[in-house]
Every structure is written in structure tokens, then in C-alpha cells.
């Protein structure tokens, strides 16, 4: 139960009805039962040192400091090495989440690349590339230029795209100077067949996350909510291999099938199962940070997340919805903004959140203050151009699933 003031008086409300007092989230239906359950979980956690949430948010400008920067899209680029091209061509991703990136298709690019994006204020890149037919993305004519690129720019943070390795290409990407190793954790066999054309199994992929944590890069494994055409079905498998092979933290995104076939259509997650999820992924890994990426449907199914995501006590999520960080102060979790773009979302997402003292620590007031003034700039705004309402969708073009492009 959380306490509300009406007319100085203490009132306790319960979670379901306290998120009527969010004003973007007072009409957006909830399962109440799943409320009650999360709000039950968290009673329990009572007397325990809860860590903050941390809110990656292009809004909160005004909170912009000398350590908090504005910063381009430049920030923490895409490199692939193969350019667009992948041999899997899954069904929810078709390599075209490789398209908007920057090719590198030799060392040589890469070099010259990395060089180029370091001028331009890049703090690190993602780099990635298509698999071949085993799910395999073949850097190994790139290990010595990362190698040279860490040596001569040692603050300059990689993290890679691994897809399936064994414990050899482990420890050449460790040696290489990788920062951080990234894989979708997949437990359904018949996604990895029906979903990826892949003909490889479950176990490749738990060998590839245990092969990973031996090294000392560190390890921020990827489930995909709703892989399996929409539905979920082997998401809690992929939950207890994360757990018998303990990563830095773990990234959970819903998919978003933006190119999927017509002949192979996705439908879009339904949002109490992922909410539920997001329940039983705090309690399998409880002192594992848990992050909700920038990738998940849109419109009413991003609020119902968001607000599950918080109440489910994730540790970070990246670009939430209006109203999720009030909602979030007003269920007395300690806040933490960076005001960030989507590639800072990003780099900090793979990295693990470094840093528990990173952001700014928001109150309540503070936090109702910010929303009410943005939210007065909208409606301004949207005055402005007739009531034609403006909409702004940060991060849409990211990589809507992680998914079989090496990610």
C-alpha cells in the first residue's frame, strides 16, 4: 500500500488505483490482478537495500549539467561488418535492422571508421554484423584492428554482437579488448527453427552464454519477449539458462516485427504475459540488474509495459512512456534520470548501467514540476499547428528485437 494526502488527511491506496493519479496513464487498463501480485512482491522486499530505477529519457532537458551532456546521434554508433547483408533472413528482422547502420565490410573500414566517429564525439560503438547459415558472425579478420582500436583509443567502449560462439572465439574477442559481449538467449527449439532458419539448438546457445562468462568482458545477454511469431514460448527456459550461468546484467525487450512476412505474421505481445514475465524474471535473478531496452510495440501496449516494468522493479528502462517516471516516484522507488538521447540509451543499456551513482536523483515534486511543464509545451505546441497532435517516437528505428543479425 502507498500513502496519499487528500485535504491533509492520509489515505492508503492500492498500486491499481494510485496509477489513476499519473495523468497520461489514469484511462490505461491495467490487469488488476497482476497489480496486486506485483505490488505483493514488492511488500516482501521490505527492509532490503532496493536499488534505484534508472530512467533513460530524451525529456528532463532542463537537467542537463557538465558531466550530463546533450549529445548527437553520434553518440554510440552501429558498425557492421558485412554492411546489410545476413544468410539467415529471420522472419521478425530480414537483415533490415542492418541497413541504417555503418558498414565495415574490412578491417581496413573498420580502422577508418572508428577514427572517424571518435572525431565526431562517439564514446563507443556496437558492432555487430549478419550471421552466416550457422548463426555465426565471422570476425575473426577483425580481432588485431580491435586490438589496435582499443590500444590507441583505451576509452573508446566496444561492445559486440557475439551470436553463437564457442569458448576459443570467446577468448578471442576477450583478448581483442571487447568491453561487452551481447547474445539473444533463446529457449524455444522451435523458434530457433521456425523463427531464425536456423538449424542449430537450445544448447548452442546456453554454451555460448556459459563460454562468454568466463571471460572478463562483461556478459548483458538479450531475451526477446514474444520471438515465437508474438507469443512467448521459451522465454522462461532462456530465464533459467541466464540463471545457472550468472551474467553483469540482462536486457529484456519485446519484439517489434517491423519487416516480417505477410506469409509469417507477428502478432503484438500481449502485455499481461509480459508483465508477468517481467515478475518472474525479478525473482529468478534478484540481484541481477534488469533492464527493458528501447525495443517494444508502440501506443497503448508501450504504457501498459512501462508500468509493468516498474512495478515488477526492473532496474532500468530505456526511453519510458509519459507518466511511467511519476508513476515510478509515486510508488516511493528511488529515481534516476539521464537525460539521453537514443544512443546514449543504448551504450549505457549494453554496458550494464556502470556506475549505480550515474544520472541525477529525482524526488516527486521535482519530477511532477518537469512533467507538468513539458506537458504544458505540448499542448502548446499542438495548439500551434491547429490540434494537429505532435508525436515524437525516439528510438523507433533501433534495433526493433536484437534477433539473428548477429544481435
Not at 514460448?233 to 539458462?241: F, S, T
Not at 544512443?343 to 556506475?355: L, Q
Request: with cysteine; glycine share 8%.
Amino acid at each position: 500500500m502507498t500513502e496519499e494526502f487528500c485535504c491533509g488527511v492520509s489515505v492508503m491506496s492500492n498500486w491499481y488505483d494510485l496509477v489513476q493519479h499519473v495523468e497520461p496513464l489514469e484511462d490505461l487498463p491495467l490487469d488488476r490482478d497482476l497489480v496486486q501480485s506485483l505490488e505483493s512482491d514488492w511488500a516482501s522486499l521490505a527492509g532490503r537495500d532496493i536499488p534505484p530505477v534508472h530512467f533513460y529519457t530524451p525529456t528532463f532537458k532542463s537537467y542537463q549539467t557538465s558531466e550530463l551532456k546533450d549529445c548527437g546521434k553520434s553518440a554510440w554508433p552501429a558498425v557492421s561488418i558485412t554492411g546489410g547483408d545476413c544468410k539467415l533472413q529471420c522472419d521478425h528482422c530480414k537483415a533490415k535492422i542492418l541497413e541504417p547502420m555503418i558498414p565495415a565490410r574490412t578491417p581496413e573500414d573498420l580502422w577508418r571508421v572508428v577514427n572517424g566517429i571518435i572525431e565526431d564525439g562517439a564514446q563507443g560503438m556496437l558492432l555487430t554484423g549478419g550471421s552466416n547459415h550457422r548463426n555465426e558472425v565471422e570476425y575473426d579478420n577483425y580481432y588485431s584492428t580491435i586490438r589496435r582500436i582499443k590500444d590507441e583509443f583505451p576509452d573508446f567502449r566496444i561492445a559486440m554482437h557475439t551470436a553463437l560462439v564457442d569458448d576459443n572465439i570467446a577468448q578471442s574477442m576477450e583478448q581483442a579488448g571487447i568491453d561487452a559481449a551481447m547474445m539473444d538467449v533463446i529457449g524455444s527449439q522451435d523458434t530457433i527453427t521456425q523463427v531464425y532458419h536456423l538449424r542449430r539448438s537450445v544448447d548452442d546457445f546456453e554454451a555460448t552464454l556459459e563460454s562468454l562468462v568466463k571471460t572478463n568482458m562483461k556478459v548483458v545477454p538479450h531475451i526477446v519477449i514474444g520471438l515465437h511469431y508474438g507469443r512467448l514460448l521459451g522465454e522462461w527456459n532462456a530465464l533459467e539458462m541466464i540463471q545457472r550461468h550468472l551474467p553483469d546484467a540482462v536486457v529484456l525487450v519485446v519484439v517489434m516485427p517491423f519487416y516480417a512476412p505477410e506469409s509469417r505474421p507477428f502478432v503484438t505481445p500481449d502485455t499481461e504475459a509480459v508483465g508477468r514475465f517481467f515478475m518472474d524474471a525479478r525473482k529468478a535473478l534478484p540481484e541481477t540488474p534488469l533492464l527493458l531496452g528501447c525495443a517494444r510495440p508502440p501506443g497503448q501496449a508501450k504504457l501498459q509495459i512501462d508500468a509493468y516494468a516498474v512495478m515488477a522493479g526492473l532496474n532500468g528502462i530505456a526511453h519510458p512512456s509519459d507518466g511511467v517516471v511519476e508513476l515510478a516516484a509515486r510508488l516511493e522507488r528511488r529515481i534516476r534520470v539521464t537525460p539521453a538521447c537514443c544512443s546514449i540509451a543504448v551504450g549505457d543499456e549494453v554496458m550494464a548501467v556502470e556506475g549505480a551513482n550515474s544520472g541525477i536523483e529525482l524526488d516527486l515534486n521535482t519530477i511532477l514540476a518537469e512533467e507538468k511543464k513539458r506537458r504544458e509545451l505540448a499542448r502548446v505546441s499542438a495548439s500551434g499547428l491547429g490540434g494537429i497532435r505532435v508525436v515524437s517516437q525516439a528510438g523507433a528505428g533501433m534495433a526493433a528485437s536484437g534477433g539473428c543479425c548477429g544481435t
